[in-house]
């Protein structure tokens, strides 16, 4: 009969929790880096105490980032951002206050009565 084991991911360590087959084997504990895939994200971003309630209605359109222009497109349910270079970006919003560009991996708030989109990147957006 042929060993085989049973292995398992948690936070890029690698168990093997058991063996089976002819032979009896410890359990063995094998760091190892976790892919992409196995790794767990754990979102972290700190929502402004002015942020304002974040709506489709409230940030679709235009925005004004120096003397270029920057946009929010909705089409349906899904919404993108092209930023003032023209770079594109899938957008999510979470939370009701917080719009996460899912390419750029950036969130941005709402403030200033909604006349600023304000990046965690340090960048802002204007009307």
Same mark, same amino acid.
Do not use: C, E, H
């Given at each position: 009969m042929k060993n085989c084991r049973i292995?398992? &991911?948690v936070?890029? %360590?690698t168990v093997v929790p058991a063996a089976c087959g002819d032979r009896d084997e410890a359990a063995k504990s094998v760091s190892s880096q976790a892919t #992409?895939?196995?790794?767990?994200? &754990?979102e972290k971003y700190d929502v402004p105490s002015d942020a304002l309630? %974040? #709506?489709?209605d409230a940030i679709a359109g235009p925005w004004t980032v120096g003397t270029k222009t920057a946009f929010?497109? &909705?089409v349906g349910s899904d919404v993108s951002c092209v930023n003032e270079n023209g770079l594109p970006s899938k957008a999510v %919003?979470?939370?009701g206050k917080v719009i996460f560009? #899912?390419?750029?991996?950036?969130?941005?708030?709402l403030l200033a009565?909604? #006349?600023v989109l304000k990046w965690s990147d340090g960048s802002a957006w204007t009307r």
């Open positions: 292995m398992f &991911v936070g890029g %360590l #992409t895939s196995q790794a767990i994200s &754990v309630p %974040l #709506t489709i929010i497109k &909705v %919003l979470k939370d560009a #899912t390419d750029w991996r950036v969130y941005g708030w009565n909604g #006349t």
